[in-house]
């Protein structure tokens, strides 16, 4: 059989260069790839990157949903459905709101692919294909398929040394899909010898988790570092700011070869996080967390979300402030975005709160619900002043890290990549963005 499996084209923010589309390849179609690739041909498509080929001649198409590209989805849906084409639809978004999308589609997958697609091929080969798939049993870790790396292109992303330790996360913050009922219960590892046989698979030092929670589960974070530390590798990954408490941890993992660390910080405002029910973070904590990451030379990707029931037109300011204090060497902004299935939506949908159902304007980058304490239009432009702001000259210069060996990276990312991607991109173009990649790797960890 053939199987096609399509990327469908992101919906960019204001900020962001060609370069975002061409950071990584998507993990979860790799997958699925990677289950039927000795069986079956399998063909992936990234509209990102490439048009979509209609015209070629396949069996099944399967397309990943995230909110913002629904719209689109559901386009490419129709143009393979009047051809006669089933089309399976998944990813977060199909997950979260199964009910709402499975009539745009023939079939929707709901949960993990491991336990859905292999069902899925099985009754399309016995003419006997259903609607609705579910990952209803639970999952174990050892049942993880790794990507197909072997079936990626590399000369059209930046980095391709992703990989994934785990499944879900531990905390279920109401802005977030994991309080949607789809995702509550989902937190796994991976077997360590599986993971290790991905990094092998790779073959580069230099390697990205890019797991919701790094530390979900802490012991295994621990068994897991103290087992990679031989391998000398230089490593980023996303973590949870309870990472505080954790300093033994944070110890063995500086050791292992950490770099850096994205962060939820979300907001300085106290009363915004407990709103959110997020208790991992301790507002009195973040700068003894920044502190301590710092002493250990590894850098910090800061995520805030603005728009929460607590903010006003000062957060933006204070918030800039906090930034240039503690030298935070990354941030990443988004503007609260109710997705549909969590605990947000659903209390803005029963308040009357959401003015916009168009979800591809649910990016991050558009204000498409009432914010009680300022106008949609000072939160909209807050989010603009603050990008601008934090990686404008002045205060790329203040922010510079102490540590040395981090300086490199920092001024790459903050120069190359968001002061002038859009010539760094132009400079892909020219050369691809593999070989981009690997100049930046060299020049920021010495590989």
Not at 141 to 167: M, Q
Not at 299 to 306: E, K, L, W, Y
Not at 403 to 425: A, I
């Amino acid at each position: 059989m053939i199987i096609k499996l399509i990327q469908p084209k992101m919906i960019m923010r204001p900020m962001d260069t060609q370069l975002k589309t061409r950071m990584s390849p998507s993990l979860g179609l790799l997958t699925i790839a990677n289950i039927f690739h000795n069986e079956h041909t399998v063909i992936i498509e990234n509209e990102n990157i490439e048009d979509i080929n209609f015209n070629d001649v396949v069996d099944i198409v399967g397309i990943t949903v995230t909110v913002d590209v629904m719209v689109r989805a559901t386009e490419i849906a129709e143009i393979y459905k009047s051809k006669g084409i089933p089309v399976v639809a998944g990813g977060i978004h199909i997950t979260a709101f199964s009910e709402q999308v499975k009539k745009y589609f023939d079939v929707i997958s709901i949960g993990l692919a491991e336990k859905t697609w292999p069902d899925i091929i099985r009754d399309l080969q016995d003419k006997k294909l259903k609607k609705i798939y579910s990952c209803n049993s639970e999952i174990k870790g050892c049942e993880i398929v790794s990507p197909g790396y072997h079936l990626i292109d590399k000369k059209k992303y930046l980095f391709c040394n992703v990989i994934s330790t785990s499944r879900g996360c531990p905390f279920q913050c109401d802005f977030c899909y994991n309080s949607s009922e789809a995702y509550k219960k989902l937190y796994i590892n991976r077997p360590i010898i599986d993971v290790i046989a991905d990094i092998k698979t790779i073959g580069k030092r230099h390697v990205m988790f890019i797991d919701d929670n790094f530390i979900g589960n802490p012991k295994w974070t621990l068994e897991f570092v103290r087992s990679i530390r031989p391998m000398h590798l230089k490593w980023n990954a996303a973590v949870s700011a309870n990472m505080v408490d954790m300093l033994d941890l944070l110890d063995e993992m500086a050791l292992s070869g950490c770099e850096s660390l994205f962060i939820g910080f979300e907001s300085l405002n106290e009363n915004a996080i407990k709103n959110i029910h997020k208790g991992q973070n301790n507002i009195r904590k973040y700068e003894k967390l920044v502190e301590e990451i710092h002493n250990r030379g590894i850098m910090i990707n800061a995520s805030f979300v603005f728009g929460l029931d607590a903010d006003d037109s000062t957060t933006f300011q204070t918030t800039l402030d906090w930034i240039v204090k503690n030298k935070i060497e990354t941030v990443t902004s988004h503007i609260l975005t109710p997705y549909p299935g969590t605990i947000v939506y659903d209390e803005f949908v029963t308040n009357d709160r959401i003015t916009d159902f168009d979800f591809s304007k649910y990016n991050t980058a558009n204000v498409v619900f009432k914010p009680p304490n300022m106008t949609a239009e000072e939160l909209y432009n807050g989010y603009l002043w603050i990008y601008k702001q934090v990686y404008s000259i002045k205060n790329i210069l203040k922010r510079v890290p102490k540590t040395h060996r981090q300086r490199v990276p920092y001024f790459l990312f903050n120069f190359v990549y968001r002061k002038f991607g859009k010539v760094t991109d132009n400079i892909c173009k020219l050369i691809t963005y593999e070989r981009v990649g690997k100049i930046a790797e060299k020049l920021s960890y010495r590989l």
